[in-house]
């Protein structure tokens, strides 16, 4: 202790009084992050600056508007050369200027001539370069003119092929109150067509629209001349114990979709179809097999996520019996290339939900919930080419944006936006996923 306090007396009189906060300034900008280069490059709608680092950073960037700005804040950084932002300017950004903040931090301010969407993101190290900030600025006034070209473009409808199941000669299962499977699943999907033709983008298609027979094949066939995009097919389930009840979702299962390879493959030369966009007939047959196996592995993927969707909607209006997507070979599910789901309804069979199945009120909310089901697969997983795949397009929200500043931005409506992602008010939080709907020109 003697010995540490005569160190001191000593350092004292060097003049470590002035030596400690010189040396704690000296360590402190070594530890400071440095802005080595940025580079502007510019494409038709967007500015990109990239900020040369020797270290990984924290960062936020926000907008001020009138006049329109974003502001960067890099967390205890400096800027190696001041001289870098002189010619930072091009059709969008009029200018670049750097200050310190709170002492230790980089505030970079970009002035814009026109109002932008920012995005902003930290790259590692990697071959020859260091850290890197990337910052994009999309023009907004750019984003609405190419968002309306595309809404403009050719673009076609997606189609719902709806099976109600039985008909004619087959009325199906019957309950206790004489309730007939066949006229169930067609008032079914009558209202599930009535509800679909409202909900812009989609177009329905009824297999049977009467009470007339059809084959399980004629069915599937009918859908795929359609070029029907999915193909729902409604049932009514029974069973001999009349307790069993609730609704059930079926997706086509490995050992259907083996059975159909081996009867598509043995008819292909008398088949000139397209089988996911390939003519089988003109292959040889391990290339045909493998190309075949291929449509139907992807079409039941698809099927089962479109069922998971549909039974997801199903559980919030009433019991389902199984609370996953089953798997069966059930012929009108084997298309090769159609996703295509079976709905168990309910249990005909079970006299309280006989009772539910003939209620028109219950019939509606049963479409209603297939339709949120089939609407949010299709909001992710659109067909490239129709309407809905517009919906595709995402925009996260930053600080200081509003429903009604980003709707202009897209050229729709803010209640369009609402609609489009179940926003019960105008609220935003930042960093919230928004999907952006197309509207019809």
Same mark, same amino acid.
């Given at each position: 202790?003697?010995?540490?306090?005569?160190?001191?007396?000593?350092f004292v009189?060097?003049?470590?009084?002035?030596?400690?906060?010189?040396?704690?300034?000296?360590?402190?900008?070594?530890?400071?992050?440095?802005?080595?280069?940025?580079?502007?490059?510019?494409s038709?709608?967007?500015?990109?600056?990239?900020?040369?680092?020797?270290?990984?950073?924290?960062?936020?960037?926000?907008?001020?508007?009138?006049?329109?700005?974003? @502001?960067?804040?890099?967390?205890?950084?400096?800027?190696?050369d001041?001289?870098?932002?002189?010619?930072?300017?091009n059709?969008?950004?009029?200018?670049?200027?750097?200050?310190?903040?709170?002492?230790?931090?980089?505030?970079?301010?970009?002035?814009?001539?026109?109002?932008?969407?920012p995005?902003?993101?930290?790259?590692?190290?990697?071959?020859?370069?260091?850290y890197?900030?990337?910052?994009?600025?999309?023009?907004s006034?750019?984003?609405a003119?190419?968002?309306?070209?595309?809404?403009?473009?050719?673009?076609?409808?997606?189609?719902?092929?709806?099976?109600?199941?039985?008909?004619?000669?087959?009325?199906?299962?019957?309950?206790?109150l004489g309730?007939?499977e066949?006229?169930?699943?067609?008032q079914?999907?009558?209202?599930?067509?009535?509800?679909?033709?409202?909900y812009?983008?989609?177009?329905?298609?009824?297999?049977?629209?009467?009470?007339?027979?059809?084959?399980?094949?004629?069915?599937?066939?009918?859908?795929?001349?359609?070029k029907a995009?999915?193909?729902?097919?409604?049932?009514?389930?029974?069973?001999?114990?009349t307790?069993?009840?609730?609704?059930?979702?079926?997706?086509?299962?490995v050992?259907?979709?083996?059975?159909?390879?081996?009867?598509?493959?043995?008819?292909?030369?008398?088949?000139?179809?397209?089988?996911?966009?390939?003519?089988?007939?003109?292959?040889?047959?391990?290339?045909?097999?493998?190309l075949?196996?291929?449509?139907?592995?992807?079409?039941?993927?698809?099927?089962?996520?479109?069922?998971?969707?549909?039974?997801?909607?199903?559980k919030?209006?009433?019991?389902?019996?199984?609370?996953?997507?089953?798997?069966?070979?059930?012929?009108?599910?084997?298309?090769?290339?159609?996703?295509?789901?079976?709905?168990?309804?309910?249990?005909?069979?079970?006299?309280?939900?006989?009772?539910?199945?003939?209620?028109?009120?219950?019939q509606?909310?049963?479409a209603?919930?297939?339709?949120?089901? @089939?609407?949010d697969?299709?909001?992710?997983k659109?067909p490239?080419?129709?309407?809905?795949?517009?919906?595709?397009?995402?925009?996260?929200?930053i600080?200081?944006?509003?429903?009604?500043?980003?709707?202009?931005?897209?050229?729709?409506t803010?209640?369009d936006l609402?609609?489009?992602?179940?926003?019960?008010?105008?609220?935003?939080?930042?960093g919230?996923?928004?999907?952006?709907?197309?509207?019809?020109?």
């Amino acid at each position: 202790m003697a010995n540490r306090r005569n160190f001191l007396k000593k350092f004292v009189g060097m003049g470590g009084i002035v030596a400690a906060p010189m040396m704690a300034r000296v360590a402190e900008a070594s530890q400071k992050a440095s802005v080595q280069n940025i580079r502007l490059s510019q494409s038709s709608n967007r500015t990109r600056l990239v900020f040369d680092l020797d270290r990984s950073i924290d960062h936020s960037l926000f907008r001020l508007h009138n006049p329109e700005r974003v @502001v960067v804040d890099i967390k205890n950084t400096q800027l190696l050369d001041s001289g870098l932002v002189e010619q930072m300017h091009n059709s969008l950004l009029t200018g670049l200027r750097t200050g310190v903040r709170n002492k230790t931090d980089l505030r970079i301010v970009l002035d814009l001539k026109n109002t932008v969407t920012p995005r902003s993101f930290l790259l590692r190290p990697e071959a020859n370069a260091g850290y890197r900030l990337v910052l994009d600025l999309e023009d907004s006034n750019s984003t609405a003119v190419t968002y309306k070209k595309k809404q403009k473009a050719k673009l076609r409808d997606v189609i719902v092929a709806i099976d109600a199941g039985h008909g004619g000669k087959d009325p199906g299962a019957s309950g206790h109150l004489g309730t007939r499977e066949k006229d169930i699943t067609l008032q079914i999907a009558r209202k599930l067509h009535a509800i679909i033709k409202k909900y812009p983008g989609m177009k329905p298609v009824l297999i049977r629209n009467g009470d007339y027979y059809m084959g399980l094949r004629e069915r599937v066939q009918k859908a795929r001349e359609h070029k029907a995009d999915l193909l729902i097919s409604l049932h009514a389930d029974a069973y001999r114990n009349t307790n069993a009840r609730g609704s059930s979702v079926y997706a086509l299962s490995v050992d259907g979709a083996s059975s159909e390879t081996a009867r598509w493959l043995a008819e292909k030369e008398n088949s000139s179809d397209l089988i996911g966009g390939v003519k089988l007939d003109n292959k040889d047959d391990m290339v045909a097999e493998v190309l075949l196996d291929l449509s139907l592995t992807g079409t039941i993927q698809s099927s089962l996520d479109v069922g998971d969707e549909v039974l997801g909607e199903l559980k919030r209006i009433g019991r389902v019996h199984k609370r996953r997507v089953q798997q069966a070979g059930f012929a009108v599910l084997k298309s090769p290339d159609v996703p295509s789901i079976l709905l168990e309804t309910a249990f005909i069979s079970n006299p309280r939900e006989e009772r539910k199945l003939r209620s028109p009120a219950h019939q509606h909310k049963t479409a209603k919930a297939i339709l949120r089901g @089939v609407s949010d697969y299709f909001s992710r997983k659109a067909p490239p080419g129709t309407w809905l795949s517009l919906n595709n397009k995402e925009h996260t929200t930053i600080n200081g944006e509003t429903l009604a500043g980003i709707a202009k931005q897209y050229d729709v409506t803010s209640m369009d936006l609402k609609m489009a992602n179940r926003l019960t008010s105008d609220h935003l939080q930042v960093g919230q996923a928004l999907r952006i709907p197309y509207t019809v020109a």
